[in-house]
């Protein structure tokens, strides 16, 4: 039974490409959220996402940065025109239902701007 | 708005000897408390939750954290690290039943001497 499962684990991009993260829950979950950690920082809470619906996107940048989870296939983070400061891990976690209580996490993706 | 601090960033210890690290939070109501941990090039693991009840919590990996409600702290404990034990260590805080996002501190990681 695989884990929740994020690739590419390492990514760089220069400045202004664009960076597509991608998750794809347990078998079963059908909650996913993507966490950012910038250096030296906690993990932060971004965007919540259920398939097909965005249930809360109170953490995510307002601009450049968007989220999606289609009703077949993984989750996807992307980061449009990044920028040296978007250099950070990105995790995603999902769950059965909505809750922190029991809450799977992926190995993250390292993004690297050069 | 509810936050969290791990005070070191850094915590070196021998093998066998015990261990404790340290976590404050700041939130007005009873919160729900998790600490995580973090190995090389994998994703986070739990721990141990609080939710409410003893205030001894017991988790995987021989770890325990105690929820000290006048302190507002949850130290995580070992009586005896192994060298496995190295990683990084997260502590976080939730806001109760029905919430689903974490907020996270900025973690300790954990060198272990053989």
């Known amino acids: 039974n695989a884990g929740v499962m994020q690739n590419p684990r390492h990514l760089v991009r220069r400045r202004g490409q664009e960076a597509r993260l991608r998750c794809s829950p347990m078998?079963?979950?059908?909650?996913v959220y993507w966490y950012r950690q910038l250096p030296e920082e906690g993990l932060k809470f971004m965007v919540y996402l259920q398939k097909e619906n965005i249930i809360d996107e109170s953490g995510m940048p307002k601009e450049r940065f968007s989220a999606e989870f289609p009703k077949e296939g993984p989750s996807i983070l992307r980061i449009q025109q990044v920028v040296r400061g978007d250099s950070a891990a990105y995790f995603c976690?999902?769950?059965?239902?909505?809750?922190?209580?029991?809450?799977?996490f992926g190995s993250g993706t390292q993004l690297s701007v050069l | 708005a509810q936050s969290v601090t791990q005070p070191d960033i850094h915590i070196t210890v021998s093998e066998g000897a015990s261990l404790e690290l340290r976590c404050n939070y700041s939130y007005g109501a009873t919160p729900y408390l998790f600490w995580y941990v973090q190995s090389p090039g994998q994703g986070l693991q739990l721990l141990l939750k609080?939710?409410?009840?003893?205030?001894l919590v017991q988790g995987i990996k021989g770890f325990e954290a105690e929820f000290k409600r006048s302190q507002s702290s949850f130290n995580l404990r070992k009586p005896s690290v192994h060298w496995s034990d190295a990683a990084e260590y997260f502590c976080a805080v939730g806001t109760g039943a029905g919430s689903y996002q974490l907020t996270f501190g900025k973690g300790t990681k954990l060198s272990v001497i053989p």
């Open positions: 609080y939710f409410s009840g003893d205030t």
């Open positions: 976690a999902s769950s059965l239902v909505a809750t922190n209580e029991k809450l799977f």
């Open positions: 078998k079963g979950h059908s909650h």
